[in-house]
């Protein structure tokens, strides 16, 4: 599959550069055409095995299933645009009452958004409405989004809060990075000191219970690196919120819609929100996202929230395919998707055993991240050899992402064809092979 640079990519890249407001492109020449199904192609004609599916928004494939296209193509020849939160309509209104049904028992209210920084920006401004109180409690490595409410929570990169404060009033707190422990302790003899710190500093010291009208989790940590916790630490976080009659709101925004093989990544802790937020997927590549509030919080006041586009009929028409073919298939989709989890996980621990660079693999369902190191007892990070690898990879035709400070983020369609899932692994695993070659030579 050897990717070809020729002169239109260059020139494609080169013009992105004069035009364009810099953003996170950097990593790879990848000029997007088309997609079909568990493929990428470019506009040369390169073609790649997707594991990035777009930041997780083409759960369900590249350019979505036909009938979601059908459904939008049909929509748009009536009209897109009805602006929903200021006028009424059928559409957004049956779509979420079928959302709903999703969801745990007690959920009953929905807004639509156009992305999951808008989705946490409503979040947050409703447990505040909510509760009438003012502060919120957030993580280390969390993203919420780049937008002034979402970026307060969001302590991932310092770039993205270069220059922007004073922002609001968040506070944060380690979140349970086992592999990295911040007080060099190990689970389970840990005794969850990272839970015991909120309870003796933030909660102490920073952040009046009282006066805390929230905690913001992802139940994966998605950007900070796919991150998974110990149930333990989701649970303990639960009842420090019902300890102090304050909301958990879970940002399932990547991990959400049957990302991790449940609709809820928190659903695999056993554990409910009070306010959940989801995006990417859930537009099935159209822009759309959705603060879902549990019903016995009551409402807010008429002009207190609001926007434009939310709602937007064309997207919800999209929406509302993908959620009936997703309803109407569930049980095979989760079975489906414990299989090919279980083919990814057994790749990468056999990589992980036999490379000194494979620190640490981890994930749920088909939400996966390897990280990367210079060397597995001091664990330093292996920033360039990540890369290197993503690189090596992408010149052999297959697309990942980075997340956090050295991993990789695998996060193939949840139905990807599971010989094409085997072949994208062959190009990690080379990959990884010839990155670990070149730090001995």
């Known amino acids: 599959m050897g990717f070809r640079l020729d002169s239109r990519i260059k020139n494609a890249i080169e013009r992105d550069g004069r035009f364009m407001i810099t953003t996170t492109k950097g990593d790879f020449p990848l000029v997007v055409d088309r997609t079909e199904g568990d493929f990428i192609y470019d506009i040369s004609g390169n073609r790649f095995i997707d594991f990035s599916t777009f930041i997780s928004v083409y759960n369900f494939g590249g350019n979505s299933r036909k009938e979601v296209r059908d459904a939008i193509k049909k929509q748009v020849d009536i009209t897109m645009h009805a602006a929903f939160t200021d006028f009424y309509g059928e559409r957004p209104v049956a779509f979420a009452e079928n959302l709903l049904k999703v969801f745990p028992r007690g959920f009953g209210r929905v807004f639509f958004a156009n992305s999951g920084t808008e989705a946490n920006e409503a979040a947050l401004k409703f447990s505040k409405i909510f509760t009438k109180r003012q502060y919120t409690l957030a993580f280390y490595n969390a993203f919420h989004g780049r937008t002034y409410g979402s970026l307060s929570m969001t302590a991932s990169k310092i770039v993205h809060r270069q220059n922007i404060g004073p922002l609001g009033p968040v506070v944060h707190a380690p979140y349970a990075y086992c592999y990295r422990c911040p007080f060099k302790l190990e689970y389970p003899s840990c005794g969850m000191a990272c839970v015991d710190y909120i309870k003796k500093y933030p909660l102490a010291k920073d952040l009046p219970p009282n006066d805390t009208a929230a ?24 009842k420090i919120a019902d300890d102090n009659g304050m909301l958990l709101v879970a940002d399932e925004v990547q991990s959400g819609y049957m990302r991790t093989g449940k609709f809820l990544a928190l659903s695999n802790f056993g554990v409910e929100a009070d306010i959940y937020t989801l995006a990417k997927s859930i537009g099935a590549g159209l822009p759309m996202g959705a603060t879902v509030v549990r019903r016995s919080l009551g409402d807010i006041p008429e002009g207190a929230h609001g926007n434009t586009f939310g709602g937007n009929l064309a997207a919800v028409a999209g929406a509302e395919a993908l959620l009936k073919y997703v309803r109407a298939n569930m049980k095979r989709i989760e079975s489906g998707i414990r299989e090919r989890s279980k083919i990814v996980m057994k790749r990468l621990e056999s990589m992980k055993e036999r490379y000194e660079i494979v620190g640490d693999v981890r994930g749920i369902g088909l939400m996966i991240g390897m990280e990367i190191v210079k060397d597995k007892k001091t664990k330093e990070p292996g920033i360039k050899e990540r890369d290197m690898i993503m690189t090596r990879a992408f010149e052999n035709g297959l697309v990942m992402l980075p997340a956090g400070e050295c991993s990789i983020r695998l996060i193939p369609q949840v139905e990807i064809d599971k010989k094409v899932l085997e072949k994208g692994l062959d190009i990690l695993e080379e990959s990884v092979k010839a990155v670990s070659k070149t730090r001995h030579t």
Request: hydrophobic share 40%; proline share 12%.
């Open 215 to 238: 905690i913001f989790i992802e139940p994966i940590q998605g950007e900070g690196g796919y991150v998974v916790p110990p149930k333990e630490f989701i649970t303990e976080m639960r």
